[in-house]
């Protein structure tokens, strides 16, 4: 089992900058791939990064490439997701996962909300 707790989320104005982190318990995460999606209101969960934790190797949705960057601290199993130049759009829950081949585990969710 893993546990995943997100924190760093918040209200900021558009154009301003959070970062998100998520900390993980129970099993180390070297064969796992950490992934942070977010669900807006009336609308689907979607995949907004993921990082392979063993090679570093990431992902990006095309909305927030270029903007969003997701790293992860081996020592204190912990993953990061730093958001700069945020927009209104980006205002949702967001989620940390993390899994092997799906993602099994999942986090309570962090409340992201841009005014503009």
Do not use: H
């Amino acid at each position: 089992q893993v546990q995943l707790v997100e924190s760093g989320g918040g209200l900021v104005q558009a154009g301003g900058s959070l970062r998100l982190s998520c900390a993980a318990s129970g099993r180390t995460l070297s064969s796992y791939r950490m992934g942070w999606f977010r669900q807006a209101p009336g609308k689907e969960r979607e995949i907004v990064t993921a990082i392979t934790w063993s090679t570093g190797n990431t992902d990006y949705a095309d909305s927030v490439k270029g903007r969003f960057t997701i790293s992860r601290d081996n020592a204190k199993n912990t993953v990061y997701l730093q958001m700069n130049s945020l927009k209104p759009e980006d205002t949702a829950v967001y989620y940390c996962a993390a899994g092997k081949y799906v993602y099994d585990y999942w986090g309570q969710g962090t409340q992201v909300t841009v005014s503009s």
